[in-house]
Protein backbone atom coordinates (compact mmCIF):
# COMPACT_ATOMS: atom_id res chain seq x y z
CA UNK A 1 0.00 0.00 0.00
CA UNK A 2 1.47 3.71 -0.88
CA UNK A 3 0.83 6.46 1.12
CA UNK A 4 -1.43 7.98 -0.77
CA UNK A 5 -3.25 4.41 -0.54
CA UNK A 6 -3.64 5.09 2.88
CA UNK A 7 -7.18 6.48 4.78
CA UNK A 8 -6.88 10.01 5.93
CA UNK A 9 -7.01 9.00 9.72
CA UNK A 10 -4.59 6.17 9.04
CA UNK A 11 -2.08 8.48 7.98
CA UNK A 12 -2.45 11.04 10.69
CA UNK A 13 -2.18 8.28 13.41
CA UNK A 14 1.23 7.49 11.21
CA UNK A 15 2.30 11.09 11.62
CA UNK A 16 1.43 11.67 15.12
CA UNK A 17 3.20 8.20 16.05
CA UNK A 18 6.49 9.78 14.91
CA UNK A 19 5.31 13.68 16.09
CA UNK A 20 2.43 14.08 17.93
CA UNK A 21 2.67 17.64 18.83
CA UNK A 22 -0.83 17.74 17.16
CA UNK A 23 -3.98 16.72 17.84
CA UNK A 24 -5.94 14.40 15.48
CA UNK A 25 -8.78 17.05 14.99
CA UNK A 26 -6.28 19.80 14.10
CA UNK A 27 -5.32 17.69 11.00
CA UNK A 28 -9.02 16.92 10.32
CA UNK A 29 -9.76 20.66 10.77
CA UNK A 30 -6.81 21.90 8.24
CA UNK A 31 -8.28 19.74 5.82
CA UNK A 32 -11.85 21.06 5.98
CA UNK A 33 -10.50 24.41 5.91
CA UNK A 34 -8.40 23.24 2.83
CA UNK A 35 -11.76 22.08 0.84
CA UNK A 36 -13.58 25.26 2.34
CA UNK A 37 -11.15 27.39 1.03
CA UNK A 38 -10.98 25.91 -2.31
CA UNK A 39 -14.47 25.83 -2.68
CA UNK A 40 -14.80 29.65 -1.97
CA UNK A 41 -12.53 30.56 -4.70
CA UNK A 42 -14.07 32.25 -8.05
CA UNK A 43 -15.63 30.26 -10.81
CA UNK A 44 -13.04 30.54 -13.34
CA UNK A 45 -10.05 30.10 -10.93
CA UNK A 46 -11.43 27.05 -9.38
CA UNK A 47 -11.43 25.60 -12.58
CA UNK A 48 -7.84 25.61 -13.47
CA UNK A 49 -5.85 23.59 -11.04
CA UNK A 50 -2.78 25.98 -11.89
CA UNK A 51 -4.55 28.58 -10.51
CA UNK A 52 -6.72 26.27 -8.04
CA UNK A 53 -3.64 26.06 -5.76
CA UNK A 54 -3.40 27.84 -2.33
CA UNK A 55 -0.48 29.88 -0.91
CA UNK A 56 -0.08 29.47 2.71
CA UNK A 57 -1.15 32.81 3.15
CA UNK A 58 -4.80 31.84 1.63
CA UNK A 59 -5.02 28.59 3.07
CA UNK A 60 -4.18 30.68 6.66
CA UNK A 61 -7.12 32.67 6.33
CA UNK A 62 -9.06 29.85 5.56
CA UNK A 63 -8.05 28.61 8.65
CA UNK A 64 -8.69 31.40 10.26
CA UNK A 65 -12.26 32.12 8.81
CA UNK A 66 -13.65 28.34 9.80
CA UNK A 67 -12.18 28.33 13.14
CA UNK A 68 -14.56 31.93 13.31
CA UNK A 69 -17.40 30.60 11.93
CA UNK A 70 -17.23 27.23 14.11
CA UNK A 71 -15.45 27.98 17.20
CA UNK A 72 -16.70 31.62 17.56
CA UNK A 73 -14.36 33.15 20.91
CA UNK A 74 -14.05 29.42 21.19
CA UNK A 75 -11.58 28.91 18.48
CA UNK A 76 -8.43 29.94 20.83
CA UNK A 77 -8.87 27.72 23.56
CA UNK A 78 -9.81 25.37 21.13
CA UNK A 79 -6.74 25.22 18.79
CA UNK A 80 -4.32 25.65 21.98
CA UNK A 81 -5.98 22.81 23.23
CA UNK A 82 -4.97 21.38 19.72
CA UNK A 83 -1.52 22.23 19.93
CA UNK A 84 -2.03 24.66 17.46
CA UNK A 85 -0.70 28.31 18.68
CA UNK A 86 1.21 29.67 15.59
CA UNK A 87 0.53 29.81 11.86
CA UNK A 88 3.86 28.11 11.55
CA UNK A 89 1.62 25.10 13.11
CA UNK A 90 -0.63 25.47 10.45
CA UNK A 91 2.47 25.11 7.87
CA UNK A 92 3.60 21.99 10.01
CA UNK A 93 0.40 19.91 10.05
CA UNK A 94 0.23 20.63 6.18
CA UNK A 95 3.85 19.63 5.42
CA UNK A 96 3.00 16.65 7.69
CA UNK A 97 0.36 15.88 5.49
CA UNK A 98 2.09 16.27 1.86
CA UNK A 99 5.06 13.93 3.47
CA UNK A 100 2.08 10.85 3.90
CA UNK A 101 0.75 11.41 0.45
CA UNK A 102 -2.15 12.85 1.64
CA UNK A 103 -1.71 16.49 0.11
CA UNK A 104 0.49 17.59 -2.70
CA UNK A 105 2.67 20.47 -2.44
CA UNK A 106 4.39 22.48 -5.36
CA UNK A 107 8.26 22.06 -5.85
CA UNK A 108 8.73 25.62 -4.40
CA UNK A 109 5.52 25.57 -1.47
CA UNK A 110 7.99 25.33 1.99
CA UNK A 111 7.01 25.14 5.76
CA UNK A 112 8.38 28.69 6.42
CA UNK A 113 4.93 29.85 4.07
CA UNK A 114 3.08 30.06 7.01
CA UNK A 115 5.27 31.14 9.62
CA UNK A 116 5.04 34.80 8.66
CA UNK A 117 1.13 34.59 8.66
CA UNK A 118 -0.60 36.79 11.30
CA UNK A 119 -0.21 36.18 14.73
CA UNK A 120 -2.86 33.53 15.31
CA UNK A 121 -4.47 33.40 18.31
CA UNK A 122 -5.27 37.36 17.65
CA UNK A 123 -6.42 36.55 14.43
CA UNK A 124 -8.68 33.23 15.83
CA UNK A 125 -9.79 36.19 18.42
CA UNK A 126 -10.95 38.29 15.69
CA UNK A 127 -8.97 40.95 18.01
CA UNK A 128 -11.57 40.75 20.67
CA UNK A 129 -9.85 41.74 24.10
CA UNK A 130 -10.74 38.47 26.19
CA UNK A 131 -9.41 40.51 29.65
CA UNK A 132 -6.61 38.12 29.97
CA UNK A 133 -4.53 40.25 31.80
CA UNK A 134 -0.54 40.33 30.76
CA UNK A 135 2.31 38.66 33.12
CA UNK A 136 3.25 41.84 33.91
CA UNK A 137 -0.09 43.25 35.30
CA UNK A 138 -0.14 40.18 37.23
CA UNK A 139 2.86 41.03 39.17
CA UNK A 140 1.26 43.96 40.53
CA UNK A 141 2.67 46.71 38.15
CA UNK A 142 0.78 48.28 34.64
CA UNK A 143 1.21 46.14 31.59
CA UNK A 144 3.38 47.78 28.99
CA UNK A 145 1.61 50.06 26.49
CA UNK A 146 -0.98 50.70 29.90
CA UNK A 147 -2.06 54.27 30.06
CA UNK A 148 -2.39 55.14 34.22
Given at each position: ?????????????RIREKDPRYRREAYGFVMAALGTTVQSLPPERLADPERRHLSGAELLAGVIALARREFGLMATTVF??????????VGAIVFRLVEVGQLSARP????????????LVHALSDGVDLDVPSPRSREGGPAPGTIV
Open positions: MSPTDLPFWDAVDREWGVTASADEDRPEDFAGGPD
